[in-house]
Nanobody
Framework: VQLQASGGGLVQPGGSLRLSCKVPRFTSNDYVVAWFRQAPGKEREGVSCITSGEGSIHYSSSVKGRFTISRDSAKNLVYLQMNNLQPEDTAVYYC????????????????????WGQGTQVTVSS
């Protein structure tokens, strides 16, 4: 299972970017797709996630109100719209997928995600 993240780039503070994650067809009907990010010298942190089916959505406190996750099921795409970007949002952003049954300790534990994309760099700088 290979995910493909794209859409990163360089943006000024206050700007916007939209990331896309191509999600392959998955054998399970119950799974979650999440966006993580990792800044240099920091641990990978969960940003947002959306479940299959009903599409339950969660955000980390650091991005809530600025980022919006959505999906286009027909195209097998998951988006992350990022508004009002700040320098502290600079990181490599990854999309990841895992069966819902794998989530035991929480929704944003990287070790519980089985499949990952290659990452896309987001740099927020003036």
């Amino acid at each position: 299972v290979q995910l493909q993240a794209s859409g990163g780039g360089l943006v000024q503070p206050g700007g916007s970017l939209r990331l896309s994650c191509k999600v392959p067809r998955f054998t399970s009907n119950d799974y979650v797709v999440a966006w993580f990010r990792q800044a240099p010298g920091k641990e990978r942190e969960g940003v947002s996630c959306i479940t299959s089916g009903e599409g339950s959505i969660h955000y980390s406190s650091s991005v809530k109100g600025r980022f919006t996750i959505s999906r286009d099921s027909a195209k097998n795409l998951v988006y992350l719209q990022m508004n009002n970007l700040q320098p502290e949002d600079t990181a490599v952003y990854y999309c990841a997928l895992t069966p819902l049954a794998r989530l035991r300790g929480g929704i944003f534990l990287p070790d519980e995600y089985d499949y990952w994309g290659q990452g896309t760099q987001v740099t927020v700088s003036s």
